[in-house]
Nanobody
Framework: QVHLVESGGGSVQAGGSLRLSCRASGYTYSSYCMGWLRQAPGKEREGVGDIYTGGGSAYYADSVKGRFTISQDNAKNTLYLQMNSLKPEDTAMYYC????????????????WGQGTQVTVSS
């Protein structure tokens, strides 16, 4: 089975930056859609962005477009989420997730999940 471990969360002031990392292991399928989802207290889980590991451009939710960037380092089996210009409304538990095959990744079709890493943005 695929195992995902996130790291890099923390607390920052509004306007600051963080980079989240997701290390993957145990995968056997050729290509995956991998990405990030988040959940704030009292709210539904929502997609942040994803990328097809077989090649292609990343997709981003409108709420983070222009501020967040997804990248991958296949040699390190790691997915990154660079978060710039953070806002208090970005405060949430961030999860790395994956599914076999093509995107788009969402809370329903994701097959593999990390444990989550907390991001808190103060005003």
């Amino acid at each position: 089975q695929v195992h995902l471990v996130e790291s890099g969360g923390g607390s920052v002031q509004a306007g600051g930056s963080l980079r989240l990392s997701c290390r993957a292991s145990g995968y056997t399928y050729s290509s995956y859609c991998m990405g990030w989802l988040r959940q704030a207290p009292g709210k539904e889980r929502e997609g942040v962005g994803d990328i097809y590991t077989g090649g292609g451009s990343a997709y981003y939710a409108d709420s983070v477009k222009g501020r967040f960037t997804i990248s991958q380092d296949n040699a390190k089996n790691t997915l990154y989420l660079q978060m710039n210009s953070l806002k208090p409304e970005d405060t949430a538990m961030y999860y790395c997730a994956a599914k076999r095959g093509y995107c788009a990744l969402d809370p329903v079709n994701a097959e593999y999940w990390g444990q989550g890493t907390q991001v808190t943005v103060s005003s």
